[in-house]
């Protein structure tokens, strides 16, 4: 009977200690960080399914020839049949909101074949205004050393009013294709 009373006295010692709130939080906190890792496990998942089927898309759009398509490294292969039809890749810029997710498609003469805004945080209304194809259309047909605004020696307009998110887009686009077209050379 004694140790009865004595361990129900203890257990009362506990829920009345000040460590018992701590312990019951500490509790808590990691029950919900190990579902908020679960649950960002699943969706990333998704996120990444979402983007893969976005990337495609638009690389049908790009190139509608397209029969096939083999991801290489940094750079995308695009064929109709048997032949190279061009090579896509993604790019990022950093414009006047934050980042610029682009997909860029070249023929085989390394020229722009047309550019694709995935994702952007620019001013709507006017940054955003970098996805229209009054904007993107400008880049069809450069190669890359005219690949730029016009103020910066190149042959593309900037829109007024976003010139950050009109240049992060070209210089984006002028670095980017310079590393894959080096690449490509190196590979052939």
């Known amino acids: 009977m004694e140790n009865n009373k004595n361990s129900k006295s203890a ?35 998704k996120i990444a ?28 292969e695009i064929y109709a049949g048997n032949d190279i039809a061009g090579f896509a890749f993604t790019l990022k810029g950093k414009g006047y909101g934050g980042d610029i997710n682009m997909l860029a498609g070249i023929d085989s003469n390394y020229n722009v074949k047309a550019i694709s805004i995935l994702s952007n945080t620019e001013t709507p209304g006017l940054g ?15 190669g890359q050393q005219d690949v730029g605004l016009t103020i910066d020696g190149g042959k593309i307009d900037a829109i007024t009013g ?17 590393e894959i077209i080096e690449l490509i050379k190196n590979s052939n």
């Open 11 to 45: 257990g009362r010692k506990i829920l009345e200690s000040k460590i018992y709130p701590l312990v019951f939080l500490v509790i808590i906190v990691l029950i919900s960080v190990s579902l908020i890792m679960v649950i960002g496990n699943i969706t990333q998942a």
């Open 49 to 76: 399914q979402q983007r893969d089927a976005e990337i495609l898309k638009q690389l049908n759009i790009i190139f509608p020839e397209m029969t096939d398509f083999k991801y290489l490294d940094k750079y995308y």
């Open 128 to 142: 955003t205004k970098i996805a229209e194809s009054s904007f993107t259309d400008q880049f069809k047909g450069l």
């Open 162 to 178: 976003a010139t950050i998110s009109s240049k992060a887009v070209a210089d984006a686009l002028r670095g980017q294709m310079e």
